[in-house]
């Protein structure tokens, strides 16, 4: 199957700075990359859905403003929790999918576990 | 939406015995199912998926699972499982939105613990 990286793998910050995890397709196009948040022991949840170019489309209850998501190339979105504080400490997992197809699969990456202190 | 509902949180299992992991969806005209695995600390790994065609599908890593419309399950299932199959598994459905674009839903997953 195709390759989804996320950097960092693991981050730990102060609490009100900001962090930028980054998502990468590694041997496709992704016309569309999915970020999620796992909290310990319980499923993933959609944050946010971004297609290449445009802004993303975020889900109820998920502030745009605080988790904000650019998707400025076909193999690159990066996810930035502005302010960040100790209720936002989680794992950020993000997928790609690319082509039209809606049916195609998508491939997740390995996540991004963010400890807020 | 669509969505699924997993009812076992956690399934333990001697290894080399058979194990059967639930789920269910919702009703729907036409369902797309999947079944992922997640390692501690990992990203999620598609294990097998369901689109249309043969109501038996298997997976990788010796799963498969039966789509069953009259019950709305999709269960997962494996013959024989071993220590390395202790993992958290998700069933997931997807749903097709009307403005295009596609996105998943996911159960609230299973932890299968296969024990010595």
């Known amino acids: 199957g195709a390759v989804v990286s996320q950097h960092p793998s693991w981050v730990i910050c102060k609490s009100g700075t900001s962090v930028k995890i980054e998502c990468r397709s590694l041997?496709?196009?992704?016309?569309?990359m999915f970020w999620y948040r796992q909290f310990p022991k319980q499923s993933l949840m959609l944050m946010a859905t971004?297609?290449?170019?445009?802004?993303?489309?975020?889900e109820q209850g998920v502030e745009k403003d605080k988790f904000l998501i650019n998707h400025a190339s076909l193999t690159l979105s990066t996810l930035t929790v502005t302010s960040a504080h100790p209720e936002d400490s989680s794992f950020y997992i993000c997928?790609?999918?690319?082509?039209?197809?809606?049916?195609?699969?998508?491939?997740f990456g390995p996540g991004t576990r963010l400890t807020v202190l | 939406a669509q969505s699924v509902t997993q009812l076992d949180s956690q399934v333990p299992v001697f290894e080399e015995a058979p194990v059967e992991l639930r789920c269910n969806y919702s009703?729907?005209?036409?369902?797309?199912l999947f079944w992922y695995v997640q390692y501690p600390n990992q990203g999620l790994q598609l294990l097998l998926k369901?689109?249309?065609?043969?109501?038996l599908v298997k997976g990788i890593n010796g799963f498969e699972a039966e789509f069953n419309k009259s019950q709305t399950s999709f269960h997962l299932r494996k013959p024989s499982v071993h220590i390395s199959d202790t993992a958290e598994y998700f069933c997931?459905?997807?749903?097709?939105?009307?403005?295009?674009?596609?996105?998943?839903?996911f159960g609230t997953g299973t932890q299968l613990k296969v024990e010595l």
């Open positions: 009703s729907s005209v036409s369902v797309y």
């Open positions: 971004s297609n290449e170019g445009s802004k993303a489309t975020y």
């Open positions: 041997d496709f196009q992704a016309t569309t």
């Open positions: 997928s790609a999918f690319g082509g039209i197809n809606p049916y195609n699969e998508q491939f």
């Open positions: 369901y689109l249309s065609g043969s109501t």
């Open positions: 997931a459905v997807l749903n097709i939105l009307t403005g295009g674009g596609n996105k998943l839903t």
